[in-house]
């Protein structure tokens, strides 16, 4: 399962649709072939799939014909209140990097296609936005859209203050031409093109700041009702399935069972027998996690071995090495040389 493979209310599907009639397409057309009935979009006890959402994004890149970013101009309009419980439990939060661990915590509960994760950079915290399996055309949609969601949530938790310094995007630098004025528009500063990785970053200050609207009281009860909410899907979906969504949330990763059923609301030894019926386990979705994780680290080719080994929450260098060389039977430098040349090296990824 896809980290972004999640049900998900309709909001997002009716925020689609909405932006579809500003441009003149009919609702019907939009949600064709999503089997999305437009009285869905209306109910709040509704949920879709993530390939229904998938089904309507790609109607309204088809239907509308308009080129350049239209991820951008679509998650603009993604405020606070459309994401409900969620949403409300960043508003009464009491500083902005406590809305910021809420918002990893519960990211099933978004909209989101991109794996997102965050780390502190220089005095920057830095949001990267991971690119889903997806075509080339749905992939910067949902990327774009991210990310100018995320920009929109900031602005509006933060205020006045809040500014974006470094926009880094890993397309080219000749996608600069390309609506150029429109990304300008939507994070306020000229990105930075060839990166490694699509990401935002902000003056780590910030965190510290009080929000406005902050309630303990009302953060408690939101944190408690979105609990609630994931458990109720974590029972139609599986275990499994939400345990591999927070993996993927490599900035935030619980790297035990005990801190997974902490985030799943329930106890270490249920969480346990859930996952064994299931025919699995936490340590095998972890390290099936952790090593593909690993692979993509290591052909990207930025991050040394012991930067990502600490990202993978393996507590140094060595300990990585000999874990990531059980996994595929070479040396991580060594795996990094052979992706390098085109050549393979070691065997897949366990897959227990």
Request: hydrophobic share 40%; with cysteine.
């Amino acid at each position: 399962m896809r980290v972004w493979d999640f049900m998900r209310s309709p909001a997002s599907v009716r925020l689609l649709v909405d932006f579809g009639l500003d441009l003149g397409l009919p609702p019907g057309e939009l949600l064709k072939g999503s089997d999305v009935a437009q009285s869905q979009l209306e109910d709040p006890n509704a949920e879709l799939s993530a390939a229904q959402e998938l089904r309507v994004i790609g109607n309204l890149l088809r239907l509308s014909g308009k080129p350049g970013r239209l991820g951008l101009e679509v998650g603009l309009r993604y405020n606070l209140s459309v994401y409900g419980l969620w949403g409300y439990g960043l508003i009464s939060s009491a500083t902005l990097g406590d809305a910021m661990s809420h918002a990893l915590r519960f990211i099933p509960l978004t909209f989101a296609f991109t794996s997102i994760s965050y780390h502190i950079e220089d005095q920057l915290a830095v949001l990267d936005f991971d690119e889903p399996d997806l075509d080339d055309e749905a992939r910067r949609f949902v990327v774009d859209r991210d990310m100018a969601a995320a920009t929109v949530l900031f602005r509006e938790l933060a205020g006045a203050e809040f500014s974006i310094q470094r926009v880094s995007l890993r397309e080219p630098a000749e996608a600069r031409r390309e609506n150029s004025d429109g990304l300008v528009r939507a994070f306020g500063i000229e990105p930075t093109y060839g990166a490694r990785s699509n990401s935002l970053a902000f003056d780590v200050k910030l965190l510290n700041r009080p929000l406005p609207q902050a309630n303990t009281i009302t953060a408690t009860m939101c944190e408690q009702m979105c609990r609630d909410l994931l458990e109720r899907r974590r029972a139609r979906q599986g275990s499994a399935a939400i345990v591999r969504q927070y993996l993927g949330i490599r900035g935030d990763r619980p790297t035990d069972l005990a801190s997974m059923a902490s985030l799943m609301n329930t106890s270490g030894r249920t969480l346990k027998r859930r996952l064994k019926e299931e025919g699995t386990s936490f340590r095998a979705l972890l390290m099936q996690s952790q090593s593909s994780s690993a692979a993509e680290l290591l052909q990207d080719g930025t991050l040394s071995v012991t930067e990502i080994a600490s990202r993978l929450g393996f507590s140094d260098a060595s300990s990585f090495s000999q874990t990531f060389k059980r996994w595929f039977g070479v040396a991580p430098n060594n795996y990094r040389k052979a992706q390098a040349e085109g050549v393979p090296a070691g065997a897949d990824a366990i897959e227990g």
